[in-house]
């Protein structure tokens, strides 16, 4: 991969990760509900999980599953009911750290979200198949640096909206206002199943 192929795909992957998505606004519900020191793992997570599934689908995987329309189907609604069930979660959270629904998402939790999320497998699968090419190497070179591109975009993009969350926290001094704070979170979530399930 030259140069100029790596800060191309480097600038796809900043925008990718930075627009708002489905682990964005994870990220954010995990900063206001838990701080940022806490949120980190949810970062991490989303971080090494898109990272490694951009691997996995330049590397040949993601062409298994999206040449398979009932592998895609199933995904989508699988997806679909994850996405729903997290926005529920986020929207019915509060404060009380004891309690299972204010535990924030962790890594593994965080870097498998990234397989049932939409915005993945669309930024993924385009990414694919805008950037690998023919001149810049074998499939695996190139999915390893697709890979780490992503996650090097993904770190600093996806901490912006974490640490976003962090500040929202300060302004959320009343139960009410934190509630009305993840019900919106929770509610932006569950309207961006509708753009995939559409």
Known sequence: MTASQALAF?????????????????????????????GLPCLFGVVFGMGFMMFAVAAGLGGLVLDNPTVLGLLNWVGAAFLLWLAW???????????????????????????????????????????????????????????????????????????????VQRLLTTDRALRVFNIAMGGLLAASVLLFVT
Do not use: E
């Not at 535990?103 to 498998?112: K, Q, T």
């Not at 939409?118 to 999915?143: N, R």
């Open 89 to 167: 979660k986020i929207a019915t959270s509060d404060r009380g750290g004891a309690s299972d629904d204010t535990r924030p998402v962790g890594f593994l939790a965080a870097a498998g979200f990234q397989w049932v999320n939409p915005k993945s497998w669309l930024v993924c699968a385009s990414a694919v198949g805008t950037y690998l090419s023919a001149g810049a190497g074998s499939a695996i070179d190139q999915a390893v640096w697709f890979g780490l591109l992503f996650m090097a975009a993904a770190l600093p993009t996806g901490f912006v909206w974490l640490a976003f969350g962090a500040g």
């Open 10 to 38: 480097y600038l796809f992957a900043v925008a990718a990760a930075g627009t708002p998505g489905p682990s964005n606004v994870m990220l954010t519900a995990t900063g206001a509900i838990a701080g940022l020191l806490r």
